[in-house]
């Protein structure tokens, strides 16, 4: 079955500079979500996209923004890279309203893992 | 709700783990969902429910009528089970955030 597609799976940037990470969600998702997972801690959430419209907002800096387009692909830009930002950064996605009334389950993605220098 | 699991747990191939996870202040709407995770690889849903025994072909979710507390059953354990598990309780709507505490590691030995 198709599964979360997240781009690049790794990505290396200095101090400053900007990132982009791309998340293709399941096929019939309509829901996509943003996480963060530093070193040795939990996953953290960013924001969160319902029918291409910012849905439910975490712990996400100003720096990065996201938006989700018509074909329901999401993108995470971050800009003015700090040293701290290096994580591994998860896409999920959910089918929302089309799917099963099952509480929110999110199916993640593998990851783009960022480094900053 | 918030919730409280075992920092960390150690078993042995072929036996069966219980995760105990204790949420006392959980509201009536909410409903409780586990997941799994690897080392650098992105959460997986296990089982989610709300009261009584949940049971698919992966583990069993057992919930007490006071629904302070709930167990989720790993049977027969195998050495790919090792990973960190976390419990999750809350009413989330269409496109919430899931909030992650602090998971089990479970660690399974030959």
């Known amino acids: 079955a198709a599964g979360v597609i997240q781009s690049p799976r790794h990505l290396i940037k200095e101090k400053r500079e900007t990132a982009t990470l791309k998340c293709y969600p399941i096929?019939?998702?309509?829901?996509v979500y943003w996480y963060q997972q530093g070193p040795g801690q939990d996953p953290q959430f960013l924001i969160s996209?319902?029918?291409?419209?910012?849905?439910d907002k975490g712990s996400i800096p100003d720096r990065f923004s996201a938006q989700q387009f018509s074909d329901y692909h999401s993108e995470l830009n971050m800009s003015s890279l700090e040293l701290g930002d290096s994580a591994l950064y998860f896409c999920?996605?959910?089918?929302?309203?089309?799917?099963?009334?099952?509480?929110?389950?999110?199916?993640f993605g593998a990851g783009t893992r960022l480094s900053v220098l | 709700a918030k919730t409280t699991q075992p920092i960390s747990m150690d078993s042995y191939e072929g036996q069966e783990v219980n995760i105990t996870c204790s949420h006392n202040n959980i509201a009536t709407n909410d409903y409780i969902t586990w997941y799994q995770q690897f080392p650098s690889q992105g959460p997986r849903f296990i089982i989610q429910g709300y009261k009584t025994k949940v049971t698919n072909e992966v583990a069993s979710l057992f919930i007490p009528a006071d629904r302070k507390s709930s167990t989720l059953s790993l049977p027969r354990v195998s050495l790919s089970d090792t990973a960190v598990y976390y419990c999750?309780?809350?009413?989330?709507?269409?496109?919430?955030?899931?909030?992650f505490g602090k998971g089990t590691h479970l660690i399974i030995q030959p």
């Open positions: 999750l309780v809350g009413d989330s709507g269409v496109a919430d955030g899931l909030t």
């Open positions: 999920a996605s959910s089918p929302g309203t089309s799917g099963p009334l099952a509480k929110n389950i999110q199916y």
């Open positions: 996209f319902y029918e291409k419209m910012q849905s």
């Open positions: 096929p019939r998702h309509d829901t």
